[in-house]
């Protein structure tokens, strides 16, 4: 997330600063990278917001080459959660929060009306997950304004190193396919965990 103090007196300085703000955020310089950033609604402090996202072109390279040893013809490459978060993008206009495990810890991400509010990549051991996920939860609350206006009303957690029932608390009712507008053949054996990130990409196309 970048946050702008200040309002720009043009177009080019709006650059120079998000070309600094962006190299000094991910520690390389801009020719070294490939960037893409969206801009979102101003925060309480009424300053001018983007979320950028950054790739070494280093990395990307190392992709692309096994993209080309299987023949593969990749068109669009993005992190795990920008799939999984677009089943909360849609249908509701209340806050939904998404947590989604990996093996270094968890990624957590508010969304606001369709939007991305705040992203938040955590890096902890498996036993330090409920602490971690706490403090996470308090920044949202301040971020709110913690006045209860603002609740979370969608919530998906996707994979094995988050308890799912120890994170909400309660009883889960395992959820069907159908209930989140996935078509599955009846001899298909897939784990939602495992296709949710690009079940959701495909949401794009409609």
Not at 23 to 41: C, I, Y
Not at 143 to 169: A, C, F, P, Y
Request: charge should be negative; charged fraction near 25%.
């Amino acid at each position: 997330m970048l946050a702008l103090e200040g309002t720009p007196g043009s177009r080019r300085e709006l650059e120079e600063v998000l070309e600094w703000k962006i190299e000094r955020t991910f520690g390389a310089p801009l020719s070294e990278m490939r960037v893409n950033r969206e801009q979102l609604p101003a925060n309480d402090q009424n300053q001018v917001r983007y979320l950028a996202t950054a790739v070494r072109l280093s990395v990307l390279e190392e992709y692309e080459s096994v993209f080309r040893a299987l023949g593969w013809q990749a068109g669009l490459v993005l992190p795990r959660h920008a799939g999984e978060e677009q089943w909360l993008r849609h249908g509701s206009q209340g806050d939904g929060l998404l947590l989604t495990a990996h093996d270094e810890g968890f990624t957590a991400v508010l969304m606001r009306g369709g939007r991305a509010l705040t992203l938040r990549s955590v890096f902890c051991e498996p036993a330090e997950s409920d602490d971690e996920l706490h403090r996470v939860l308090l920044f949202y609350r301040q971020r709110s304004g913690g006045n209860g206006e603002s609740m979370v009303d969608r919530l998906l957690i996707v994979g094995d190193n988050l308890d799912k029932q120890r994170v909400v608390g309660v009883h889960l009712r395992p959820m069907a396919a159908a209930d989140v507008g996935l078509a599955i053949p009846a001899s298909g054996n897939l784990d939602f965990d495992a296709i949710a990130a690009p079940a959701g990409l495909a949401r794009l196309a409609w």
